[in-house]
């Protein structure tokens, strides 16, 4: 039966399996392929998305649990005040190296720093630890989170 | 029109008359004269385009990957071009191993081994000087001006009097001037964009979501498909049950092949609860009772006896004799898998009269060969659109993923994305090879290494991936690190057997060779400074007179992590020194060892000679990653087979290192005139030696096989 879901503020009609997991809804069904692929099984944070905010495993999150919560993905993180803080924090740090990671790193920088704007080593590590980054840029990604930290604790 | 016609257009247009086009096209590996009159010769290696528009097209015989290699190659370029970094576009080069065959990998459109900039540095930097000096000639002649008082700056040829021409507008001029003799290549001293943290072209779109990996394409009417492939290597599809799996919501299609079953339909979430659904019976095969333990008593077997010798100096083994004390280890390092980030995937539509494949690929010529082969098509007829890639690491410099997603895509009706699960990528990869390899030494009364004997067994990938690089038993990439060490040794023996593991497919992983013989090799020195009662840096430092690149990169490394330093129980300081990829590393690891064992590595310190750097971002940046790569191999990186399955599935049996288990990792690079080094993988073959001799000096544990076990660590209780 079809579903209604609403991502980055817009209302779809997915007419899917209700387990459908939301990363297929939204690579393949509605064509936004920057949340990515990774492992199907929540183990390495590729597929990252905001649900209502908080960081979610869209590939094990069946399409039917979303109902009226908000799905925000990468391709309207930037729309964010953090958000758009985190990516250009990525790109002062020149985090990126093949880059496929990046969209779940980003959704879940964004997540931590909205919850926690000042965050220690150690949350970072919690927050971040979920996602593998197989190119291994980690200690940009540490600095890059610590740089977009910078200001926020003081704006709220 | 997509970048692969659109290059071949342009060729198309060069060839029937540069004039015409209003272009000037030149290439790599300039003929030196008589270019002009041929232009067969003068078209083929087109690596730069300059258009009437004033687009500077760079096209990229290398593929992007991570490893930076966009900005880099793009900054050779620009530099002798005159052009500004910004100004620069890409386009992927089309599949043609004459134009783009990489000189340093025997010829193959290969981007793999740290070759790119080595490849690229002279060549490319050569054809865009060409370049800049007949826009200069052709400016010249049209203002009627001495061509010496004009010059290129910033995409533009100025003349001392202060007019100056944008070179789409002098293009087509350019294209009829002859091709220079002789070529003034810049001097080093005089570079405004080598040696500068010039920032990436390739990751505005990875932090948007926008960029587009080979798995993310989409096409109209495009079904998705994933696959089942038989678990056991060489087996075969003895039956299939489908019938719950067609009931599947979106599924479309069961595609059934000889050794794999594929669901085809609207989604992956379909195709994935398809596949599950399925019944399918297989027949085991030969390899039903393979086992890694039987790969490595055939190993430990072939080592018995005498390999192939790959260098000898001096009186070789045999001045054993001679030697005081003698030390003796056996090493072995196990299968391991690429696990990169992007899952195995492939996109096809095989039409009648063609075939187009979408895919992110290291071999582009190859993948475009693999499916002619499964279609029956010819070349001509197959078009490949290279892609982005989602981590190499030498798994896409093989093609079995496309002729898998081929030999579906025959069968469908339409185009068909295939996706490999995390499960499928994992146990149906080709695995970095199992090693084993037996070390014995000679040491005089004072301790030095007098003779150095080193023989190990394992697969040869060059022997499978570029039979011509197989001779007599040798291949250079098996060897590469085990010879020509920078240490001077009296007497030396290296010795290789080359032996198969039956069904288990191998394959090139970052670091290759280097990934094993460093490991060895590092580890073996690390145990004669032991049986030597001597200090680890100071014993290799002993045998670098000769090598005064590897002495000074260990000199900076050691001086850099206060090596020496005493440091609290439980923690130890390692370290290790290679010359491979034509670049000199040595570093520092340090790690702590917990009470039951597992191992924490905090801080790597790392000094490179790599040569001209090319832009010290990214040379860092593949020093942390690559560090990264192998301390995740070194203490977690095994593949194991049992009954002739992979044992290990996804991220959870087959760990990754995380954010909160990384190092600092400090880089410090060393300045040198010499010609660039390879920079992608050094660091992961240098790093496993450096965390396990720590681990010797936190624990006076000398670990002989990786990855690490921490059973071995474990404190007595």
Known sequence: ?156 | MTMHDRSIASRRRFLAGAAASGGLLLGLSLPMSGARANGEAFAPNAFIRIGADGRVVLIMPYVEMGQGIYTSVAMLMAEELEVDLAQVQLEHAPPNEKLYGNPLLAGVQATGGSTSIRASWKALREAAAAARTMLVTAAAERWKVDPATCRAEAGKIVHASGRSVAYGEIAADAARQPVPTSIALKSPGTFKLIGTRAKRLDTPGKVDGSVVYGIDMRLPGMKIATLAQSPVFGGTVKSVKDSAARAVKGVRQIVRLDDAVAVVADHMGAARKGLEALEIEWDDGPHAKLSTQAVFDELKQATAGPGVVAQKIGSGVDALSGAVTKVEATYQVPFLAHAALEPMNCTVHVRKDGCEVWVGTQVVARAQAAAAKVTGLPLDKVVVHNHLIGGGFGRRLEVDGVTRAVQIARQVDGPVKVVWTREEDIQHDMYRPAWLDRMTAGLDADGRPVVWHHRFAGSSVIARWLPPGFNNGLDPDSIDGATQLAYGFPNLQVEYKRVEPPGIPTAFWRSVGPSHTVFVVESFIDELAAAAKQDPVAYRRALLDKSPRAKAVLDLASAKAGWGQSLPKGTGRGVALQSVFGSYMAMVADVEVAADGSVQVRRVVCAVDCGIVVNPDTIEAQIQGGSVFGITAALYGEITVKDGRVEQANFDTYQMLRMNEVPAIEVHIVSSPESPGGIGEPATSCVMPAVANAIFAATGKRLRRLPVDPAVLKAPA
């Open chain 1, 1 to 156: 039966m079809a579903l209604s879901v609403k991502i980055n503020g817009k209302p779809h009609r997915v007419d899917v399996d209700d387990d459908t997991p939301l990363l297929w809804v939204l690579r393949d069904v509605l064509g936004m392929t920057g949340t990515k692929f990774g492992c199907g099984k929540a183990l390495c944070g590729a597929c990252t998305v905001h649900v209502d905010g908080a960081p979610t495993r869209a590939c094990v999150t069946p399409i039917s649990s979303i109902g009226e919560s908000a799905v925000t993905t990468i391709e309207a993180i930037g729309a964010t005040k953090v958000g758009a803080r985190v990516q250009k924090a990525w790109l002062d740090a020149e985090v990126v190296q093949c880059g496929y990671c990046q969209s779940g790193q980003i959704m879940a920088a964004t997540a931590l720093l909205t919850d926690n704007p000042k965050p220690s080593d150690s949350d970072i590590d919690d927050a971040m630890s979920g996602n593998v980054c197989r190119c291994g840029t980690y200690p940009r990604i540490r600095a890059a989170i610590k740089q977009a930290s910078q200001g926020l604790g003081k704006e709220g």
